[in-house]
């Protein structure tokens, strides 16, 4: 007898996602196949499921019977079995005393001090923040970034989170933002339905979020719209809430790709002598733009993605899309709670939004664009 599976379905459109709650994994079917996913997850004979489908669909059985079972071999026997995960022993790291760079960085009415014991693991989080930096000594919350046996630890409030190999550094980067919004909105990580990789420009009354590859012009679109009447509310990291599905503002720094600098330093004379970071592993050359919130207490709803690209002499498109479409390109750089009422939360959300594409040239006609989405007549 087949192991039954913990998993959610969401028709959207003319398809159904399915969420698999052992590896918190989101898959996109065929509203047929969804549907003999579920029968077999009820555990409903594979010969019982064909005759069914074979009387509905007029198919041979024994072609059914195939089909059937080949959706039981693929999701209920091989591609969910869970690999063994390395467990690194952290009982026996000690917190290091002597650290070389001590930092503090002022939000809203909190003080975090940020320590680092070199200048590798520095680079990994004080450009992004270095606009909040403060001179001061009194804090309420200490976070503690060092490398040791070839892993980098952050601890906070002298407790050790989690230690990453050379390769994980972006888990580390996200790891230590989570703790900083728990820390600002008051909310445990349990109470954040995920966090998305994009860019979320806003006004007083709701947020638009920016996605795409890499490159794309996601944060050079915020930085042009935050000197036209909108808000930055977060770059890159930006988490939402569980219970009212409400993008929290994020306080890093807007990052600029060397390909942008054109664009925005006749916007932003200080980029030509802002510092330039090189992330070889990630293979960008990056500047920091502080960005014009000063409230990072807001938190505002969210209804539209917009899938955003700037490319050269290229006429205005802007039309909406297929959410499937959307929920795939969404997925792979998002992280989504992996309790099964957050999945289902999320799941209720993002069928309720509108999803656009928007590629542009011009950038007065990307902020009318854009404007046009606030005011809902898109």
């Keep these: 007898m087949r192991k039954k599976l913990n998993l959610l379905f969401k028709p959207i459109e003319d398809k159904t996602i399915v969420w698999f709650a052992k590896k918190n994994e989101y898959i996109v079917l065929e509203d047929t196949a969804a549907h003999l996913l579920k029968e077999l997850n009820k555990g409903v004979e594979i010969n019982t499921i064909a005759e069914v489908l074979s009387q509905e669909m007029s198919i041979p059985k024994e072609a059914c019977?195939?089909?059937v079972s080949e959706l039981e071999e693929r999701y209920f026997k091989n591609n969910l079995t869970e690999e063994p995960e390395a467990i690194l022993d952290i009982e026996r790291v000690?917190?290091?005393k002597n650290l070389e760079f001590q930092k503090f960085y002022k939000i809203n009415d909190l003080i975090f001090k940020v320590e680092y014991s070199n200048e590798i693991g520095l680079s990994?989080?004080?450009p992004k923040f270095a606009h909040l930096e403060v001179n001061t000594t009194e804090h309420q919350h200490h976070f503690v970034?060092?490398?040791e046996n070839k892993h980098l630890f952050l601890a906070v409030n002298n407790t050790i989170i989690k230690g990453w190999k050379s390769n994980e550094i972006h888990f580390f980067q996200g790891k230590f933002s989570m703790e900083l919004i728990q820390a600002i909105h008051q909310n445990k990580e349990?109470?954040?339905?995920?966090?998305?990789?994009a860019s979320a420009v806003g006004n007083s009354k709701k947020t638009v979020l920016f996605l795409g590859d890499s490159g794309n012009g996601k944060s050079t679109s915020l930085a042009i719209l935050q000197t036209n009447g909108f808000s930055c509310v977060a770059d890159d990291f930006v988490p939402i809430d569980i219970k009212k599905q409400e993008v929290h503002s994020f306080p890093a720094a807007i990052s600029i790709k060397k390909n942008s600098l054109d664009t925005l330093i006749p916007i932003y004379p200080?980029?030509?002598?802002?510092?330039?970071?090189?992330?070889?592993r990630l293979n960008k050359i990056v500047r920091y733009l502080k960005p014009n919130c000063t409230d990072y207490k807001q938190h505002l709803p969210c209804n539209e993605l917009i899938f955003i690209k700037y490319q050269k002499n290229a006429k205005l498109q802007f039309s909406k899309i297929n959410k499937i479409e959307?929920?795939?390109q969404l997925i792979p750089d998002s992280w989504i709670s992996p309790k099964k009422e957050n999945a289902k939360v999320f799941l209720d959300w993002f069928a309720s939004l509108?999803?656009?594409r928007l590629t542009y040239s011009n950038n007065d006609e990307m902020i009318k664009a854009v404007s046009k989405v606030f005011k809902n007549d898109a």
């Design 65 to 67: 019977i195939g089909f």
């Design 326 to 328: 959307a929920f795939s």
């Design 190 to 197: 349990e109470n954040w339905m995920g966090v998305f990789h």
């Design 94 to 96: 000690i917190i290091p």
């Design 354 to 356: 509108k999803c656009y």
């Design 145 to 147: 970034v060092f490398i």
């Design 270 to 280: 200080e980029l030509v002598t802002t510092a330039e970071y090189h992330f070889k």
């Design 124 to 126: 990994y989080v004080h």
